[in-house]
């Protein structure tokens, strides 16, 4: 199993900078103010119903488990407390979880560089005044390409639950605070998002609350009950970040790839972006990976669901409004969602939810429940689309 290691003894770049290399690559938070700023404002509430809001989604989130465990069989300490953030909140926790998954693979790629050029003879320039502007320029570039994107997807996202938040064992683990939206395994609810799709879909703000908690819950409570499962998807995601990242003339050359591309991909949907750039190779371990965030959703959603009307009344009517919600707008919303592999993110959800009703209809919640005991109980892609064929590799 591989995750992430201590930071390398050598991280010298442009003009001796002893920044971390992961933050010479992105002005981080230049990243987090661009996407603040071009978010779009959330609803109108008042100071107190926005109190009020904050209050009950922490309360919804903690009774959520409680609900979740009955529901699945999957019995997990309570959480210590959703965070409630704003747009910009849930901004800056991608963004510190971008940064720690790139955080390894970057440095392994410049190592890797300087050991193929000393085995070829070749040597770089990376001191200089012209290479520190160089690297100040482009770091600026990309926050704004980060930024941009994560302003697109700031006002869509409900909540979320992130076991990749800065690594305890990776570089400055030591002086991190505590109890910030950036730690790792913290649940997160966006207010103004729930708020802004209750009223769209003219829910009730009491069940859609705790519905949306409920699934981001059960998210918590598959990666505590199966503690091995954020380091394996952190060690898969790692090497493929690394795989893209590792040589300049390789990347250029796959990104005019894409370019030609591009049009086609945008008509026939699919893996967006990261789909076009990978090699066959990269796209297996994407395929691999997508399986798994499938199983993860698609429990989730079955979870959400089979907690009934007992606790959530009006679950029906949500998950009728919500799945038509999920379809998307046309235009270039539809087109944008494509690039970004948001399509494919939807498929993940209904392939996943029929993917779990139909173990659970065999072998119920406690024979689904195999799947979290190790990597090897994993449903591979071809058994996401035949649930019965995981059944027989696991059950016999």
């Known amino acids: 199993m591989t ?16 920044t971390p290399l992961v933050d010479q690559l992105v002005d981080w938070e230049l990243a987090v103010s661009i996407a603040g700023r071009l978010a779009p404002p959330g609803p109108p509430v008042t100071r107190d119903q926005a109190d009020r809001a904050v209050t009950q989604m922490r309360r919804l989130a903690e009774r959520a488990t409680g609900h979740v465990g009955e529901t699945s069989g999957l019995h997990v300490a309570p959480d210590t407390g959703a965070v409630v953030v704003d747009r910009r909140g849930w901004a800056r926790a991608n963004v510190a979880a971008f940064r720690s998954l ?18 070829e003879g070749r040597q770089r320039r990376e001191d200089g005044p012209g290479a520190a502007a160089a690297v100040a320029l482009g770091r ?43 730690e790792p395994g913290r649940l997160l609810l966006v207010a103004p998002n729930i708020v802004a799709v209750e009223r769209e879909l003219q829910l009730r703000p009491r069940d859609f609350r705790l519905w949306v908690c409920l699934h981001e819950e059960t ?24 795989d893209v ?21 945008v008509g026939e949907g699919g893996d967006g972006l990261v789909g076009l750039l990978a090699t066959p190779e990269q796209q297996a371990v994407i395929t691999e990976v997508t399986a798994v965030m ?66 659970v209809a ?11 005991t190790g990597p090897e109980m994993l449903p591979a892609p071809a058994e996401i689309a035949d649930p019965r064929a995981w059944v027989r590799r696991v059950h016999g």
């Not at 996202?157 to 505590?178: C, E, H, I, K, W």
């Not at 918590?220 to 394996?232: I, K, M, N």
């Not at 799945?323 to 235009?331: I, L, S």
């Open 245 to 265: 990242v590792g040589e300049p003339g390789e990347l250029l050359a796959r990104l005019r790839t894409a370019a030609r591309r591009l049009p086609a991909a």
């Open 219 to 242: 998210h918590r409570v598959q990666f505590t009950a199966a503690p091995w499962l954020a380091p394996h998807l952190r060690a898969r995601t790692e090497g493929l970040v690394g």
């Open 294 to 359: 499938s199983l993860l959703e698609g429990h989730a959603d079955v979870v959400m669901d089979e907690v009934g009307p007992s606790v959530v009344p009006t679950v029906a009517t949500i998950r009728e409004r919500f799945a038509t919600r999920r379809e998307g707008r046309p235009g270039m919303d539809r087109v944008v969602r494509r690039l970004l592999g948001l399509d494919a993110k939807m498929r993940q959800y209904t392939d996943g939810a029929a993917f779990v009703r139909g173990v």
């Open 3 to 18: 995750t992430a290691q201590a930071s390398p003894p050598d991280e010298t770049t442009a003009a001796g900078d002893r």
């Open 362 to 372: 065999d072998v119920g919640f406690e024979g689904l429940n195999a799947v979290w």
């Open 102 to 119: 790139l955080e390894v693979p970057v440095v392994r790629a410049r190592d890797a560089r300087r050991e193929k050029d000393a085995r």
């Open 140 to 182: 600026r570039a990309t926050a704004a390409e980060v930024g941009g994107l994560l302003s697109y997807l700031a006002p869509r996202v409900l909540g979320q639950y992130d076991p990749f938040g800065p690594d305890p064992s990776g570089p400055g683990a030591a002086t991190r605070a505590t109890g910030t939206p950036d």
